[in-house]
Each structure stands twice: as structure tokens, then as C-alpha cells.
């Protein structure tokens, strides 16, 4: 029986900035921005603790083409204490992190690849001396790419799995841009084995077999509309069977969405008592994260409608809940939005 086990995830963003909370909350700006690379450093830990044969990142490493060099630099450190345990590690470009952008002079560990955006390459995956899976991959050269790239590829039916890694919009999926589209069937008809797909940031099974095709989302959530797990695909091939296609949370930080009916409210203090309620099921549910971050929406015919709306008072009851919750573990940062009507 030949398997090959390997970690697919997608869509990093290292570096997000997290304008709007940030913003709002500027001692909550460090921890954000390092969430991303901590949930990547999870995936690190997940490899080598699973001992796995290579990890695939299929696009957006990073969020934006003026990434930083110190940002590079982590990223590298991670890919190298992989590559020190003998993990290969393959790697294509974006829509957010084009070839183009990229720093070209930085040198990569020894077992990385980075795929061109030229045509698309395949390289082997070894183990003890033998090729057990082919990875082939296409960059983007540049940010906009809509052209359908999954129609360059083309398994050459060498010895081992065929695993295609690609940044794509499969069916023109709502709420992404529709870069490199194609369809279930053009992915198909490359007769692989597996499809790592990146860009939608939802995990989510195609096709189950023959070929499998997964999108593993991406790795944290950056704002309350992706709330829900976020993490990578931790991928067993064999060929005594179907793929085994299990899904390992990584997010450090939770976004989590609710609403609160205020139709019993008589006072503000029963407005604070609510939210607080509301976080600490919350926080709980967010355990062992580090931080959640809650966007709660107030509802509900209330006689304190009014009171609501006055200027000044979501801010205070926003800084109330921060308070509140100084030193809490998992820390937590709300977002506080007004539904409600009056009696």
C-alpha cells in the first residue's frame, strides 16, 4: 500500500493590517497582526508533530504586495525549521501575493519550491529515496489572472500521487473576485488525485474522490464575515482507498457573530449584563484561542430605544465591556451594533 500524507491550507494573509480594529482598539493591534503568522506556526507545529510528507499553500501568503521584509523573514523561518526535518513545502502565488511582488533576492530553504507563473511546473515529492507524489503548480504573475489556468495542466502519469495546487474560483463562487476561473469539470478532466485549492476562504469539499477537490480556506479569520473555524486540511492518499480529508483548526483569534434581544431591558445596566452574558458564552466557546472577537448586534422593541441612540453611549458601553474583561483569558474585543425600536 503506497500513501502519501500532507497538509493543504490556503490563504494566509501574514501581515493584515485589521484597519478597523485596530483602530478602534489600538492595544489589540499586536495581537492581531500577529495572529496570521500564528496560526501559519500552527501548521508548523501540526507537520512535524504529524510528521507529514510535505505542506502545500495554495496562494495568498500574504495580504497585500507591500508586505514587509521582516514578514518574509518569519515566513521563511517557519518554511526552514521544515525543511530541517526533511518536509518539503510547495507554494503558489495569489491574487493578494503576485509574483511580481514578491522579494525576488530573498534565498528559500533547501526543500522549497515556489511555483513560476509562467506554465505550470511539477515537482516530486520524495521519501527514502522515491517519488511518491508529483506536485504540479501555476503562479500568478500579476494580481488580476482570467485566464482559466486549470485547463494548463496536464498529469504526466508519472510513478506516484498527482496533486494539483491552485488560486482559483471554481464556479464562480459569490464574494470573491473571479480570478483564474474554471469549473468542477475542467478540474476533472486533468485526471489527479487531489485538487489543494486556495482563494476561497471557506473550507469546503467539491468532490470527495476521483479526484478530490478542497478548498481548505484560509488559515484565521480577519474580520467578523468570516466568522466560524478557520484552519488547513491535514490529507491522507492511499491507494487502498478513498482520500482521508480531516480539517485541523488553527485560528488563534475567533470571530464570532451574535444578537441580543433587548425587548426585557429596562435599563442600561441590563444592556451591560446581556453583553457580558453573551461574551462569556462566547469566550468559552472560543477556548483554548488566544482572543475573540464578537460582533453583537443589539434587537428588539426596548422603552431604552432612545437612550441607545444618543451619541457617545455604544462607545461607552463598548469601552465598559472592554473593562470588563481586562485580563480575561481568552482575551476579548467587541463590536457593538444598534437594531432595536422603540416600545
Known amino acids: 500500500m503506497a500513501e502519501f500524507r500532507f497538509i493543504h491550507c490556503s490563504d494566509l494573509h501574514i501581515d493584515s493590517p485589521f484597519k478597523g480594529l485596530t483602530s478602534q482598539a489600538p492595544s489589540l493591534a499586536s495581537a492581531l497582526r ?6 501559519f506556526k500552527e501548521i508548523s507545529r501540526l507537520a512535524l508533530q504529524e510528521k507529514v510528507d510535505a505542506v502545500l499553500i495554495a496562494g495568498d501568503v500574504f495580504d497585500g504586495a507591500d508586505r514587509s521584509l521582516q514578514a518574509q523573514l518569519k515566513f521563511r523561518r517557519i518554511l526552514k525549521e521544515l525543511s530541517d526535518e526533511n518536509i518539503q513545502s510547495f507554494i503558489v502565488h495569489g491574487n493578494h501575493d503576485p509574483l511580481n511582488s514578491w522579494a525576488h533576492t530573498l534565498e528559500w530553504p533547501e526543500h522549497v519550491t515556489i511555483f513560476p507563473g509562467n506554465k505550470v511546473h511539477h515537482v516530486p515529492v520524495k521519501k527514502e529515496g522515491k517519488n511518491i507524489a508529483w506536485v504540479y503548480g501555476i503562479s500568478y504573475p500579476q494580481k488580476e489572472v482570467t485566464e482559466n489556468l486549470a485547463l494548463k495542466f496536464k498529469n504526466e502519469k508519472k510513478e506516484g500521487f498527482s496533486i494539483g495546487l491552485l488560486h482559483t474560483n471554481v464556479g464562480q463562487q459569490p464574494g470573491h473576485d473571479n480570478y483564474a476561473p474554471c469549473s468542477i469539470n475542467d478540474l476533472v478532466s486533468r485526471n489527479f488525485d487531489y485538487w489543494a485549492l486556495g482563494h476561497i476562504h471557506e473550507f469546503k469539499v467539491l468532490r470527495e474522490s476521483d479526484p478530490a477537490i478542497v478548498y481548505s480556506g484560509n488559515t484565521q479569520a480577519r474580520h467578523s464575515r468570516e466568522a466560524g473555524q478557520k484552519g488547513c486540511c491535514l490529507v491522507t492518499l492511499s491507494t487502498d482507498g478513498p482520500p ?15 444578537t441580543i434581544d433587548l425587548q426585557a431591558a429596562e435599563s442600561i445596566n441590563d444592556v451591560l449584563s446581556s453583553i457580558q452574558v453573551q461574551c462569556e458564552e462566547l469566550a468559552k466557546e472560543s477556548i483554548p484561542r488566544e482572543g475573540l472577537v464578537a460582533r453583537l448586534t443589539l434587537t428588539g422593541r426596548t422603552s431604552i430605544h432612545k437612550e441607545l441612540q444618543t451619541a457617545g453611549v455604544i462607545n461607552a458601553l463598548t469601552e465598559e465591556i472592554h473593562i470588563f474583561f481586562e485580563g480575561h483569558s481568552p482575551w476579548v474585543s467587541v463590536e457593538l451594533g444598534t437594531q432595536t425600536a422603540g416600545t
Open 34 to 39: 500577529e495572529s496570521t503568522f500564528k496560526a
Open 244 to 258: 482521508d480529508i480531516r480539517f485541523i483548526s488553527t485560528d488563534v483569534v475567533a470571530y464570532r457573530s451574535a
